[in-house]
């Protein structure tokens, strides 16, 4: 076995053994896209299915066209899951479909590897129980804050609590792999301005066409609560911005100034390395679990919104403390966050040396060219 074939079955122990915590004679339903489609890697269903079958798990092939507008999974599908012991989405379905409360299942795992390198690399390799345990103290911290505030290089600056909130934050009813990003948390009790370069994109809900917009300069979103209130910058960019809402929202039948939430990417081994312009679709569905980027949840009520507004670099400050801080993740700074790194091992490894290829631009910016 070469050194890729190690990395890829450590990548796949850690998928099948500590996130979907199975068994050896369990069965494993892959679903994929059909070849031809380029979202995900075409070998790369394969690649798990191997070392999954020679890890001793029963594999079913399961492919499937991509529908960009699809509404629930087919009864054939909905059957062959719930016979499985542990479904994998290695397709766009499972990313449609997560926010559906008819689907929780603690057996569904979406793969947010999108491609054979990134699985096999210290994205996929790092321990999953360690970014779960993660994610549960940023979450615990996040909920009982008095105070959180957002800003950025480009000139974000938002405020606001989660605190007395009277309901659980909204987060997906599948398990994410690799895990790498906290729950949403509700923008209600926010208020302040979202500075955005480069573009508008989609959030992996629906795929509609054009997926994305231009911007030529810095656009800020001025928002309160639930509600994007103005938006200011070049008057051509913010035409360009209520026209596409506006079209969104129209297809949808959606409110086009609604904000769901937001939250920050935790892994720091997550990794784009092109250009978000070579593939918003790939880079609007891959590249958020970066610490670089956080992104707010908008354009309709029901999560996750059609239209992802994204911040780059955030420096995130919880009752004072700068837990991100110009987009690294400092997970020393939470509470217990040091007992954390010495218990998983392969926390500290990543967090020692973090991917920083998040799909900017040659201007070092997001950008639609």
């Known amino acids: 076995m070469d050194q890729f074939d190690k990395k890829a079955r450590a990548a796949v122990e850690n998928l099948l053994f500590q996130c979907a915590e199975g068994t050896p004679g369990d069965t494993l339903l892959i679903v994929h896209e059909n070849l031809g489609h380029d979202y995900y890697d075409a070998n790369l269903h394969r690649l798990i ?7 001793g798990f029963l594999v079913e092939l399961f492919p499937i066209e991509f529908d960009p507008d699809v509404k629930a999974p087919s009864a054939e599908l909905i059957k062959a899951t719930s016979s499985a012991d542990h479904t994998l989405f290695v397709a766009r379905l499972g990313d449609q479909i997560r926010f559906r409360t008819d689907t929780q299942n603690n057996n569904k795992i979406i793969s947010y590897a999108i491609d054979s390198d990134t699985l096999a690399s210290e994205f996929g390799i790092a321990d999953y129980k360690g970014f ?3 994610k549960v103290t940023i ?15 480009a000139g974000s600056d938002f405020a606001g609590y989660v605190k007395n909130f009277d309901k659980e934050p909204v987060d997906v009813t599948m398990k994410r792999f690799p895990m790498s990003i906290f729950s949403p948390l509700p923008a209600v009790n926010f208020d302040g301005c979202i500075a955005q370069n480069g573009f508008l994109v989609g959030t992996g809900s629906q795929y509609y066409a054009p997926y994305a917009c231009e911007f030529k300069k810095t656009l800020f979103v001025e928002f309160s609560g639930n509600k994007i209130t103005d938006f200011r910058g070049d008057t051509a960019d913010i035409v360009t911005a209520k026209n596409h809402y506006d079209f969104v929202a129209k297809k949808y039948g959606i409110n086009p100034n609604y904000v769901h939430s937001w939250h920050a990417g935790m892994h720091p081994s997550c990794s784009f390395k ?31 919104g059609e239209i992802s507004l994204n911040i780059v670099d955030p420096t995130i400050s919880v009752d004072g403390e700068k837990i991100w801080d110009a987009g690294q993740l400092h997970p020393e700074r939470l509470p217990n966050g040091k007992d954390l790194l010495a218990e998983y091992p392969s926390l500290a490894r990543a967090f020692a040396n973090p991917a920083k290829d998040i799909g900017l631009g040659e201007n070092g910016l997001l950008s639609f060219t």
Not at 276 to 300: D, I, Q, V
Request: glycine share 6%.
């Open 139 to 153: 979450n615990n911290l996040m909920m009982k804050a008095d105070a959180i505030h957002v800003t950025c290089p």
């Open 132 to 134: 779960e345990a993660l």
């Open 49 to 55: 299915s191997n070392h999954a079958t020679a890890l």
């Open 274 to 304: 092109f250009p978000a312009s070579k593939s918003f679709e790939r880079w609007s569905g891959a590249a958020f679990g970066n610490p670089r980027l956080l992104h707010f949840h908008t354009c309709g009520e029901n999560p996750p």
